[in-house]
């Protein structure tokens, strides 16, 4: 009944700049939060940044002053703009909403969605 759907990853040169993009549908009453977390091979999935519905974000150390995460509008997109990229943030990239949503019943519930991950490659 949701869905999260990835875009924009790629392979780009060290120092480069990629931007992500995550759109959410279904049947989406509200939208609390919206992240990306990113996993590299051999290691735990992290959170990468996150942004609440009142615009509130947050970022792991290690891209603070490198990446942005937006949601415009506090719409049902939300952006991971990738600058001064480092072969260390080669990762599969994920997209992640906390949300409220509808069901056929006319009932609302909270869940925890994840998009299917899209692959960021930084080497020369």
């Known amino acids: 009944q949701v869905q999260l759907v990835e875009s924009g990853g790629g392979l780009v040169q060290p120092g480069g700049s990629l931007r992500l993009s995550c759109a959410a549908s279904g049947s989406i009453y509200k939208i609390n939060a919206m992240g990306w977390y990113r996993q590299a091979p051999g290691k735990e999935r992290e959170l990468v940044a996150a942004i609440t519905s009142g615009a509130s974000t947050n970022y792991v150390d290690s891209v603070k002053g490198r990446f942005t995460i937006s949601r415009p509008n506090a719409k049902n997109t939300v952006y991971l703009q990738m600058n001064s990229l480092k072969p260390e943030d080669t990762a599969v990239y994920y997209c992640?909403?906390?949300?409220?949503?509808?069901?056929?019943?006319?009932?609302?519930?909270?869940?925890?969605?994840w998009g299917q991950g899209t692959q960021v490659n930084v080497s020369s």
């Open positions: 992640n909403a906390e949300l409220v949503y509808s069901v056929y019943s006319g009932s609302y519930y909270t869940g925890n969605f």
